[in-house]
């Protein structure tokens, strides 16, 4: 046994259970156990496999210094993001990426997917960036990259042919945003060909408003329906489900529970941009995650944007984004806890299509919360106190103390 950590508590188990690793590998949950190895003491605490933030843009972070905010709408925010992109260069963009990142490790987050905006404002340059990133930081996260047309497609076919080279070079997945686009139809069908000729997932963003009529969604389920893509297929904001009815709502769930597509609510960005032109009982524009996962949808909480005008606020805490939509969405009970915590773990790999969990043979990849359940995690915003990837210590932040006279 190369490393043992001591006295965690798991969500498999009511007691205090050892993780005994070895070859990056857990080779023993159990209490008590007899191993001669450095250890560390979890001294009760909640160990689990790390946050996954499934949906975040590293390359366009950290850029309010360059933007005006006016308006605090979606129409601005993209315009004032196109201006400030064009004069991104590689050093710039993984300078501010790298910052975030190590921001993302210190909250505890093991596994993420970026999307990166590919041009013909920001070329290839951010995507090489990012590209380092993900070499760089290998050693303490996992970063999946997709490849992202933000401000349409058909309307300019470079960016088609950019995402396909950026597709070549390396990305992981492919992405699109119909909203932006004058043919959203034709947008979907051309970001699902890209898909299919390099073998990826799909991720869009969808519906990033209030009007109920106009849904990209019927879009989505369709080609995913017409390709055989159930499973493979993501969709990031869905604030429309924000404002229809609660048997409407449940309608679409089931059928994205039928079609395989899973469902992002990005909680900050949405309270922020929706409702701008409603002046009394401002609508929170925020999906309802749990009602889509109690139909049985994947459905997941990200972070997405982070200090710039999408967000202009954030630092890469999935604990404290869980927090939020557990006030936005007026959860309480336990069980309630459990699952918005799920959805910033367990059930964002599942999106990702990634394995998970804390069992022997699986990878040594765990987090070290200051709280004893999952439940708790969230009701608190639990601090993370360390975490090891295959094993390794990668990130240490201990318990503050008070020195009492």
């Known amino acids: 046994m190369d490393f043992v950590l001591r006295n965690a508590r798991v969500a498999t188990s009511g007691d205090f259970v050892d993780i005994g690793v070895e070859n990056g590998r857990i080779a023993a949950i159990t209490p008590n156990l007899d191993a001669a190895a450095s250890e560390y003491d979890a001294a009760g605490r909640l160990a689990f496999p790390g946050f996954v933030d499934c949906h975040i843009h590293l390359d366009k972070a950290c850029i309010l210094d360059r933007c005006a905010i006016c308006e605090g709408t979606l129409a601005e925010a993209v315009r004032e993001t196109a201006r400030a992109k064009a004069a991104f260069t590689e050093e710039d963009v993984y300078a501010r990426a790298a910052n975030l990142v190590e921001q993302a490790i210190l909250h505890g987050t093991m596994l993420l997917r970026t999307f990166v905006e590919v041009d013909p404002r920001a070329g290839l340059r951010s995507l090489a960036a990012i590209r380092r990133i993900k070499h760089d930081y290998a050693f303490a996260i996992d970063i999946e990259i ?14 088609e042919h950019l995402l396909s080279d950026a ?26 060909d890209l898909a299919e000729r390099f073998g990826t997932l799909v991720d869009f963003h969808v519906d990033l408003d209030l009007d109920p009529e106009g849904s990209a969604l019927p879009h989505v389920m369709e080609e995913t329906e017409r390709r055989g893509f159930g499973g493979r297929v993501s969709v990031g904001h869905a604030t429309k489900l924000s404002a229809i009815e609660p048997e409407a709502v449940d309608a679409v769930a089931r059928r994205l529970a039928a079609t395989g597509i899973a469902v992002t609510v990005l909680p900050a960005t949405d309270l922020f941009l929706t409702g701008r032109d409603i002046r009394r009982l401002v609508p929170r524009g925020v999906a ?23 967000t202009p606020f954030g630092d890469a805490s999935l604990i404290r984004m869980a927090n939020l939509y557990a006030n936005v969405a007026q959860l309480a009970r336990d069980e309630e806890m459990e699952a918005v915590f799920a959805m910033v773990s367990a059930d964002a790999a599942r999106l990702m299509a990634r394995d998970y969990g804390l069992r022997i043979g699986a990878p040594a990849d765990f987090v070290l919360l200051d709280v004893a359940t999952s439940a708790a995690a969230v009701r608190e ?25």
């Open 146 to 159: 997709c490849a992202f047309a933000q401000e349409g497609l058909t309307q300019e076919p470079e960016t």
């Open 381 to 405: 915003i639990a601090a993370p106190i360390a975490s090891w990837r295959s094993g390794r210590l990668v990130m240490e932040r201990p318990a503050g103390r008070i020195f009492h006279p």
């Open 167 to 192: 597709l070549a070079a390396g990305a992981d997945l492919v992405g699109g945003c119909p909203y932006t686009d004058p043919d959203p139809a034709g947008h979907v069908r051309r970001i699902f």
């Open 288 to 310: 309802p995650a749990h009602l889509l996962r109690r139909a049985g949808v994947t459905a997941t909480i990200a972070t997405n944007n982070v200090l710039n005008p999408f």
